[in-house]
């Protein structure tokens, strides 16, 4: 993809804003990656690049190990943004001077402009920005003038025309900035001269185009779990190659209610794809007897489906390639790109070809995207809204929404519940408002009156939360007549169950799932 298209890249010093820097780029119709600080000029000036930005970061230019990049970047030509970080670096790199801030700005300020420029084109004179730096600039570098400033900090904007550099100290990319997007705009399609095609119908092209020529005449086989990046990667694989895809779908026993069916008729009979149902939920539940540790959960049901799957796999002659749903934050999260970030997480999709499936290649066409482009992607190609837009589900599936021993008869009941949480949403307007929304079964009974007679049955939690990214949450306030509905059904409908609460934890101090 990058050699094909014209790119800006951003050089991650580890703020926690850098995937944001990358969307708000993407947002503008312009093709982004994220690489590490000292990627090469050379490697820079081999590549279709139209202009770099430099991150923030949580470190001090003034740090012992303070990260920087290859100051050849300066001579290839390319407009140049700095960031906070990327700002106070350039401005040291450049004889400037920047010393700690005497009073730490965080939070909003008022920018204001000192004339017009064409990275703030069409912003008005005074606006709203978003500062969070320790450090500042309190002298520009020769050849750098300051274009705006802020209550406390004079040097709130600065360029050098003639190498057509600019720097930043307030955040653009953040929400809170006002005019931030119109910035990111004007760097990417103004200052750059990008052209803004980056859409979904151009990827899809790209894509398909590169997806015929890496597999060749060869065939691909792709776990399709249901989630949406699985099977956004699915369909696009099979407009590139048709039937030289085989998906293999393996039902675990906790799926949704009525997962199978669904996949089926979607990717079987309405896609026509070659889709092989694999009924291993005798042997997932059997493996889980008696088992209650969360994470004890997860590995028996990853290290089972590795098995299922490659036995499923064996029955596909010439199939050479391994399909899969990476997407970019797993692979930003999972390589070390952001390694002067604070934390650091893997993946399991993420890291190579797994050795023991026995595949040979593998094919990830959605790994240079982010969540909302590969839901753009699947509506390209026609998937339905159900299943572009349908909510993020766990992996090990309901085995972390079950708390306590995974029995089948405890599937069914969570299922069941679980998929009234899903119409009832669907029928208020709210299931595609929300981040997810789902039914947590609790290890513990209550006692309850159900007609004349004393009940002593489960109790469930509702579990609704609002996120732009999973990686923090804040609990729904749901309308309360939506509530009692949901709460009225669950308790008429499934046998077992005779108490719902509602779970009000946001992320942090809790998490999503409750497993």
């Keep these: 993809m990058a ?8 050089l991650d010093f580890g703020s926690q804003y850098t995937q944001l820097i990358a969307r708000r780029v993407r947002e503008a119709n312009v093709y982004s990656e994220i690489v590490d600080t ?25 740090d012992a190990e303070a990260p920087g990049c290859d100051p050849a970047i300066f001579d290839l030509g ?37 004339g017009e420029n ?16 320790a450090d500042e600039v309190v002298a520009a570098a020769p050849g750098f003038t300051a274009i705006a400033s802020s209550q406390s900090v004079p040097f709130a904007a600065v360029w050098n025309e003639p190498r057509r550099i600019w720097g930043v100290q307030f955040h653009p990319e953040v929400v809170h900035t006002d005019y931030g997007k119109q910035v990111i705009h004007n760097f990417a399609r103004v200052v750059c001269d990008c052209a803004g095609d980056w859409t979904a119908a151009h990827f899809v092209e790209i894509a398909t185009a590169d997806i015929r020529r890496q597999v060749g005449s060869d065939h691909v086989i792709l776990g399709l779990s249901g989630g949406v990046d699985s099977s956004v990667a ?16 393996v039902d675990n026993g906790v799926m949704r209610f009525n997962e199978s069916k669904t996949l089926a008729e979607v990717f079987g009979k309405h896609l026509h794809m070659d889709i092989r149902m694999v009924d291993a939920a005798d042997g997932f539940l059997s493996r889980l007897a008696g088992v209650t540790e969360p994470e004890k959960k997860r590995k028996i049901i990853g290290g089972y489906f590795v098995e299922v799957f490659r036995e499923a796999a064996r029955s596909v002659p010439n199939a ?23 934390n650091i997480k893997s993946h399991h999709n993420v890291g190579g070809l797994p050795a023991q499936l026995g595949f040979d290649h593998l094919i990830e066409p959605l790994r240079m995207l982010f969540k909302d482009e590969v839901r753009a992607i699947g509506e390209e190609l026609g998937l339905p809204k159900e299943m572009v837009w349908r909510q993020p589900f766990p992996g090990p599936g309901l085995a972390v929404r079950i708390l306590g021993e995974v029995t089948r008869e405890r599937v069914e009941v969570l ?23 789902f039914a947590v079964l609790l290890p513990v009974k209550t006692v309850g009156v159900m007609g004349d007679c004393r009940t002593y049955e489960n109790a469930v939690a509702l579990r609704v939360v609002q996120s732009s990214d999973g990686m923090t949450a804040d609990w729904v306030d749901l309308p309360h007549e939506l509530l009692a509905r949901i709460s009225t059904r669950i308790i008429n409908e499934v046998r077992g169950i005779n108490r719902v609460v509602y779970d009000i934890t946001s992320k942090p101090p809790g998490t999503i799932e409750w497993e």
């Design 78 to 114: 390319l407009p140049i943004l700095g960031i906070c970080y990327g700002l106070q670096w350039l401005t040291q790199h450049f004889g400037g001077r920047v010393q700690r801030s005497g009073s730490r700005e965080y939070g909003q300020a008022t920018l204001t402009l000192n």
């Design 118 to 133: 064409p990275l703030f084109a069409n912003v008005p004179p005074t606006s709203k920005v978003w500062m969070s730096h």
């Design 3 to 10: 050699d094909s298209q014209r790119t800006i890249l951003i």
């Design 38 to 62: 000292m990627i090469p000029a050379a490697e820079i000036a081999r590549r279709n690049v139209a202009g770099i930005i430099l991150s923030g970061g949580p470190a001090s230019v003034h």
């Design 234 to 249: 699915a369909a696009l694989i099979h407009r590139a190659i048709g039937d030289q895809l085989h998906c293999v779908y």
């Design 320 to 342: 050479r390639f391994l399909g899969q749903g990476t997407t970019y934050p797993d692979v930003i999260e999972s390589s070390g790109i952001g390694k002067h970030a604070d």
């Design 415 to 437: 299922q069941k519940a679980d998929h009234i949480v899903i119409e009832e949403m669907k029928a208020a307007d709210w299931y595609y408002r929300v981040w997810q929304s």
